[in-house]
């Protein structure tokens, strides 16, 4: 991750690794969840490869923590895009 004030003053870009690295897994996107006070991201990661598509989830926050671990969410499918729906929106 990647983070820097409005206006690229010095000493505020930081950068720090969040999830562990592979080469072929990248971020597809991400979102401040909501009602944590963009202190909370989840994030969606594909990874390609000959075997096929596969793509992951999980949640961190600003100081680098891993809330949750990534999980396979999908099998053989690229997300690249997520977002919450209100808990009544199927109704």
Do not use: Q
């Not at 969840?33 to 969606?44: R, S």
């Not at 990534?70 to 690229?78: D, F, G, Q, S, W």
Request: proline fraction near 5%; charge should be negative.
């Amino acid at each position: 991750m990647i983070a820097c004030d409005p206006d690229f003053s010095e000493g505020s870009v930081i950068a720090m690794p969040l999830l562990d690295m592979y080469a072929v897994r990248g971020c597809s996107d991400f979102f401040f969840v909501p009602g944590t006070n963009d202190t909370h991201i989840f994030m969606t990661r594909t990874e390609e490869s000959e075997e096929g598509v596969l793509t992951f989830a999980s949640v961190v926050d600003l100081s680098g923590a891993v809330l949750m671990e990534e999980h396979e969410i999908a099998k053989n499918r690229k997300f690249e895009g997520a977002c919450l729906l209100p808990p009544d929106w199927l109704k």
